[in-house]
Nanobody, 118 residues
Framework: QVQLVESGGGLVQAGGSLSVSCAAS????????MGWYRQAPGKQRELVAGISVGGVTNYLDSVKGRFTISRDNAKNTVNLQMNNLKPEDTAVYYC????????????WGQGTLVTVSS
Protein backbone atom coordinates (compact mmCIF):
# COMPACT_ATOMS: atom_id res chain seq x y z
CA GLN A 1 0.00 0.00 0.00
CA VAL A 2 1.32 3.42 -0.99
CA GLN A 3 0.67 6.46 1.16
CA LEU A 4 1.17 10.09 0.18
CA VAL A 5 1.56 12.59 2.98
CA GLU A 6 1.43 16.28 2.12
CA SER A 7 2.72 19.26 4.02
CA GLY A 8 2.85 22.97 3.46
CA GLY A 9 0.20 25.20 2.01
CA GLY A 10 -1.64 27.84 3.98
CA LEU A 11 -2.61 31.46 3.51
CA VAL A 12 -0.59 34.02 1.57
CA GLN A 13 -1.19 37.38 -0.02
CA ALA A 14 -1.21 37.79 -3.77
CA GLY A 15 2.32 38.02 -5.09
CA GLY A 16 3.68 35.90 -2.29
CA SER A 17 5.20 32.43 -2.27
CA LEU A 18 4.37 29.07 -0.76
CA SER A 19 5.54 25.55 -1.19
CA VAL A 20 3.82 22.21 -0.77
CA SER A 21 5.64 18.93 -0.29
CA CYS A 22 4.66 15.31 -0.49
CA ALA A 23 6.35 12.18 0.79
CA ALA A 24 5.45 8.80 -0.64
CA SER A 25 5.91 5.62 1.32
CA UNK A 26 5.28 1.97 0.59
CA UNK A 27 6.07 -0.24 -2.36
CA UNK A 28 6.74 2.02 -5.35
CA UNK A 29 8.27 0.94 -8.62
CA UNK A 30 11.19 2.80 -10.16
CA UNK A 31 8.95 3.84 -13.05
CA UNK A 32 6.57 6.46 -11.76
CA UNK A 33 5.39 10.00 -12.18
CA MET A 34 4.64 12.30 -9.26
CA GLY A 35 2.71 15.48 -9.47
CA TRP A 36 0.24 17.96 -8.08
CA TYR A 37 -3.40 18.50 -8.97
CA ARG A 38 -5.65 21.18 -7.60
CA GLN A 39 -9.36 21.67 -7.21
CA ALA A 40 -11.00 25.01 -6.58
CA PRO A 41 -14.58 25.24 -5.27
CA GLY A 42 -17.05 24.46 -8.00
CA LYS A 43 -14.36 23.51 -10.48
CA GLN A 44 -12.91 20.28 -11.79
CA ARG A 45 -9.65 18.92 -10.53
CA GLU A 46 -6.79 19.91 -12.83
CA LEU A 47 -3.18 18.88 -13.25
CA VAL A 48 -0.85 21.64 -12.07
CA ALA A 49 2.53 19.99 -12.61
CA GLY A 50 4.09 16.58 -13.00
CA ILE A 51 7.59 15.19 -12.95
CA SER A 52 8.98 11.83 -13.96
CA VAL A 53 11.77 9.91 -12.27
CA GLY A 54 14.04 11.18 -15.04
CA GLY A 55 13.15 14.78 -14.29
CA VAL A 56 10.88 15.48 -17.24
CA THR A 57 8.32 18.07 -16.18
CA ASN A 58 5.04 19.43 -17.45
CA TYR A 59 3.01 22.37 -16.20
CA LEU A 60 -0.42 23.85 -16.49
CA ASP A 61 -0.10 26.84 -18.82
CA SER A 62 -1.34 29.30 -16.22
CA VAL A 63 1.43 28.40 -13.75
CA LYS A 64 4.36 28.26 -16.15
CA GLY A 65 7.13 30.59 -15.03
CA ARG A 66 5.65 30.85 -11.53
CA PHE A 67 5.61 27.30 -10.20
CA THR A 68 8.49 24.84 -10.07
CA ILE A 69 8.16 21.14 -9.39
CA SER A 70 11.06 19.05 -8.15
CA ARG A 71 11.58 15.62 -6.68
CA ASP A 72 14.05 13.58 -4.68
CA ASN A 73 13.99 10.06 -6.04
CA ALA A 74 15.97 8.62 -3.14
CA LYS A 75 13.38 9.90 -0.67
CA ASN A 76 10.31 9.58 -2.91
CA THR A 77 9.37 13.18 -2.26
CA VAL A 78 8.01 15.85 -4.55
CA ASN A 79 7.91 19.58 -3.94
CA LEU A 80 5.98 22.35 -5.63
CA GLN A 81 7.40 25.83 -5.19
CA MET A 82 4.78 28.46 -5.97
CA ASN A 83 5.84 32.04 -6.58
CA ASN A 84 3.91 35.14 -7.55
CA LEU A 85 0.71 33.52 -6.35
CA LYS A 86 -2.61 34.84 -7.59
CA PRO A 87 -6.09 34.61 -6.03
CA GLU A 88 -7.06 32.21 -8.82
CA ASP A 89 -4.44 29.77 -7.50
CA THR A 90 -6.62 29.26 -4.43
CA ALA A 91 -7.52 25.58 -4.26
CA VAL A 92 -6.97 22.32 -2.48
CA TYR A 93 -3.73 20.87 -3.80
CA TYR A 94 -3.44 17.11 -4.08
CA CYS A 95 -0.29 15.05 -4.39
CA UNK A 96 -0.57 12.37 -7.06
CA UNK A 97 1.56 9.37 -7.96
CA UNK A 98 1.22 7.10 -10.96
CA UNK A 99 3.10 3.85 -10.57
CA UNK A 100 3.79 2.27 -13.95
CA UNK A 101 5.38 -0.94 -12.75
CA UNK A 102 3.75 -4.32 -13.23
CA UNK A 103 0.40 -2.56 -13.62
CA UNK A 104 -0.65 1.05 -13.66
CA UNK A 105 -1.73 2.28 -10.24
CA UNK A 106 -2.70 5.74 -9.06
CA UNK A 107 -2.50 7.15 -5.56
CA TRP A 108 -3.68 10.42 -4.04
CA GLY A 109 -2.79 12.46 -1.01
CA GLN A 110 -5.43 13.86 1.31
CA GLY A 111 -5.07 17.40 -0.03
CA THR A 112 -3.75 20.63 1.44
CA LEU A 113 -5.43 24.01 1.15
CA VAL A 114 -3.68 26.96 -0.47
CA THR A 115 -5.47 30.28 -0.08
CA VAL A 116 -4.28 33.41 -1.86
CA SER A 117 -5.84 36.65 -0.70
CA SER A 118 -6.10 39.70 -2.93
Amino acid sequence: QVQLVESGGGLVQAGGSLSVSCAASGSISSINVMGWYRQAPGKQRELVAGISVGGVTNYLDSVKGRFTISRDNAKNTVNLQMNNLKPEDTAVYYCHLVDMGFRRLEFWGQGTLVTVSS
